[in-house]
């Protein structure tokens, strides 16, 4: 039986909304526009053509220098076209330079080398970097992200070269391999139209920031999409890079099949190199699959786990702080445990709306699963830290569990905060007001780590 496309808990507004604001992003955005004009202060962008605001009015003409000055004037008009697409950047990205920076961060990493020789040879990925086919437009969004955006442009760097190694252990097509590298190379370039503030932004969101967040997946399906000479393959898969198999993800809910090949390869690229960025360790890499497994393509998730099974384990200092979280993680499951129980105490019938839930439970559930697993016990959360201070290994392995559970949580957080609406018109009063209080205590949580 196939899934519907929209997950269950997604509404159409929602569906329509990240659309909205995904195109509203390409059409007129502030940051981008800041982003264009603080780079022009240091590296010259000149106008490819005259550029116009909507209802015809030239702004700036062709040849003309930009920089910070034209700021101003570009944010208060619409213009007629996406104002990249009337500018060229002097020395941009190149195919040249793309593979250059690979094999520097190759060579600088031994994990990453281990990937690089995993597959055969160090050299094959920058050869199949110099073969693609960069068009201007792209080329000036990288040059952005990179000039303006550096840790977005790393990023997507890492994800490559895992994406790659991913790829030629499921033994892709050349053709497929072309497309997942500019997948890859491209995933979050919608990221550019976000600000970055949002993206950096450690407290509550608002509907509309989160918004543009999730729409981000879209936006840069959209620009893809616009460039002649990109297989349709590769705005699918950029807009897919954030939906889960299990259809817990954004922006449209997305399940199993319904997910492509190349949209699964670069999910899982994306959030390994993730995890590899933050902390370097093959067990965070073990912890987050033991979690995830419903989430991501298995094969994958074994490859990125044999891939990295060569590095060496982090050491964990201070182990008793770990305490301090144990039991406030123990408290947030007691109350989460109370809010369960009246739910099925108000329960009467088969016709009570609980379904809403459905996703939290599951979650919350395996989450609990993987603290039995490790040993957790709300009694004697003293006698675990005891025997990890006095064991490196466990505890690794515990400072791992509690930092995926952490990252689970934040997770858990903003899926809630999209479904909300729906949440909210299936509870009673007294049921919402005691899921809020819950949410309010997971986010003092997360705000104190």
């Given at each position: 039986?196939?899934?519907?496309?929209?997950?269950?808990?997604?509404?159409?507004?929602?569906?329509s909304?990240?659309e909205?604001?995904?195109?509203?992003?390409?059409?007129?955005?502030?940051?981008?526009?800041?982003?264009?004009?603080?780079?022009?202060?240091?590296k010259?962008?000149?106008?490819?053509?005259?550029?116009?605001?909507?209802?015809?009015?030239?702004?700036?003409?062709?040849?003309t220098?930009i920089?910070?000055?034209?700021?101003?004037?570009?944010?208060?008009?619409?213009?007629?076209?996406?104002?990249?697409?009337?500018?060229?950047?002097?020395?941009?990205i190149?195919v040249?330079?793309?593979?250059?920076e690979?094999?520097?961060?190759?060579?600088?990493?031994?994990?990453?080398?281990y990937?690089?020789?995993?597959?055969?040879?160090?050299?094959?990925?920058?050869?199949?970097?110099?073969?693609?086919?960069?068009?201007?437009?792209?080329?000036?969004?990288?040059?952005?992200?990179?000039?303006?955006?550096?840790?977005?442009?790393?990023?997507?760097?890492?994800v490559?070269?895992?994406?790659?190694?991913?790829?030629?252990?499921?033994?892709?097509?050349?053709?497929?391999?072309?497309?997942?590298?500019?997948?890859?190379?491209?995933?979050?370039?919608?990221?550019?139209?976000?600000?970055?503030?949002?993206?950096?932004?450690?407290?509550?969101?608002?509907?509309?920031?989160?918004?543009?967040?999730?729409?981000?997946?879209?936006?840069?399906?959209?620009?893809?999409?616009?460039?002649?000479?990109?297989?349709p393959?590769?705005?699918?898969?950029?807009?897919?890079?954030?939906?889960?198999l299990?259809?817990?993800?954004?922006?449209?809910?997305?399940?199993?099949?319904?997910?492509?090949?190349?949209?699964?390869?670069?999910?899982v690229?994306?959030?390994?190199?993730?995890?590899?960025a933050?902390?370097?360790?093959?067990?965070?890499?073990?912890?987050?699959?033991?979690?995830?497994?419903?989430?991501?393509?298995?094969?994958?998730?074994?490859?990125?786990?044999?891939?990295?099974?060569?590095?060496?384990?982090?050491t964990?200092?201070?182990?008793?702080?770990?305490?301090?979280r144990?039991?406030a993680?123990?408290?947030?499951?007691?109350?989460?445990?109370?809010?369960?129980?009246?739910?099925?105490?108000?329960?009467?019938?088969?016709?009570?709306?609980?379904?809403?839930?459905?996703?939290?439970?599951?979650?919350?559930?395996?989450?609990?699963?993987?603290?039995?697993q490790f040993?957790?016990?709300?009694?004697s959360?003293?006698?675990?830290?005891?025997?990890?201070?006095?064991d490196?290994?466990?505890?690794?392995?515990?400072?791992?569990?509690?930092?995926?559970?952490?990252?689970?949580?934040?997770?858990?957080?903003?899926?809630?905060?999209?479904?909300?609406e729906?949440?909210?018109?299936?509870?009673?009063?007294?049921?919402?007001?005691?899921?809020?209080?819950?949410?309010?205590?997971?986010l003092?949580?997360?705000?104190?780590?």
């Amino acid at each position: 039986m196939r899934h519907s496309q929209i997950h269950p808990h997604m509404t159409n507004n929602h569906n329509s909304s990240y659309e909205d604001t995904a195109h509203q992003s390409i059409e007129k955005d502030p940051h981008y526009v800041t982003a264009i004009t603080e780079m022009a202060d240091h590296k010259e962008v000149i106008a490819s053509e005259d550029i116009y605001t909507s209802n015809g009015v030239k702004l700036i003409t062709k040849d003309t220098t930009i920089n910070s000055s034209q700021r101003e004037g570009l944010i208060k008009h619409k213009l007629c076209k996406p104002i990249d697409k009337s500018l060229i950047v002097q020395d941009g990205i190149t195919v040249d330079f793309l593979a250059k920076e690979v094999t520097r961060l190759i060579k600088e990493n031994a994990s990453l080398q281990y990937l690089a020789v995993f597959n055969g040879d160090l050299r094959a990925l920058p050869q199949e970097l110099v073969l693609l086919v960069l068009s201007p437009h792209m080329a000036f969004k990288l040059t952005v992200a990179k000039e303006q955006r550096p840790h977005l442009f790393q990023r997507l760097l890492l994800v490559t070269v895992i994406a790659h190694y991913l790829a030629v252990r499921k033994q892709l097509s050349e053709k497929d391999m072309k497309n997942l590298l500019c997948a890859a190379l491209f995933l979050d370039l919608g990221e550019l139209h976000i600000d970055p503030e949002l993206l950096n932004s450690t407290g509550n969101l608002s509907e509309t920031e989160r918004c543009h967040i999730y729409a981000h997946p879209i936006t840069g399906s959209l620009i893809v999409r616009e460039v002649g000479g990109i297989d349709p393959a590769v705005s699918a898969a950029i807009q897919q890079h954030h939906e889960r198999l299990d259809g817990s993800g954004y922006p449209h809910g997305l399940r199993d099949e319904q997910i492509g090949t190349l949209a699964r390869i670069v999910s899982v690229a994306d959030v390994s190199a993730s995890i590899f960025a933050r902390f370097g360790s093959n067990e965070r890499l073990s912890t987050f699959m033991r979690l995830n497994a419903n989430k991501y393509d298995r094969e994958l998730l074994s490859f990125v786990l044999e891939g990295f099974s060569h590095m060496a384990h982090c050491t964990v200092a201070n182990n008793n702080v770990q305490l301090a979280r144990l039991e406030a993680i123990s408290q947030l499951f007691e109350t989460w445990g109370k809010f369960r129980a009246s739910l099925s105490l108000s329960a009467t019938d088969s016709s009570s709306p609980t379904g809403a839930l459905d996703f939290m439970f599951e979650r919350m559930g395996n989450l609990r699963s993987l603290l039995f697993q490790f040993g957790f016990d709300s009694g004697s959360l003293e006698l675990m830290v005891e025997i990890a201070m006095a064991d490196p290994q466990i505890a690794n392995e515990l400072s791992a569990v509690l930092d995926e559970i952490d990252w689970q949580f934040q997770d858990l957080e903003r899926e809630t905060c999209r479904h909300r609406e729906t949440i909210r018109a299936a509870l009673n009063e007294g049921d919402n007001h005691q899921l809020d209080s819950w949410t309010k205590d997971l986010l003092a949580y997360l705000a104190s780590q």
